[in-house]
């Protein structure tokens, strides 16, 4: 099951338009640089937890991040 469409406008809400992403091995100081437009593309939404380590759906276990910072998390795509 995937994010509902509320819980993904409240996290990009609270994202204010740019990846939520902090991880140090991504290439990037502090914080992710990359910004966008809610419908204009380029983000994904990404479980904090997974879902098959038992990672819910609420808007708690979601991350807003650019589609590279996503694709270089550890569960991506599992």
Do not use: P, V
């Not at 910004?35 to 994904?44: D, Q, V």
């Amino acid at each position: 099951m995937a994010f509902s469409e509320a819980t993904k406008d409240e996290a990009f809400r609270r994202s204010r338009g740019q990846c939520e992403c902090t991880r140090k091995e991504h290439d990037h100081m502090g914080r992710c640089s990359k910004t966008f437009t809610r419908y204009g593309g380029g983000w994904e939404a990404h479980h904090k937890t997974a879902q098959s380590s038992g990672g819910g759906n609420e808007l708690s276990n979601c991350e807003i991040l650019c589609e590279r910072c996503h694709k270089l998390t550890e569960t991506y795509g599992r």
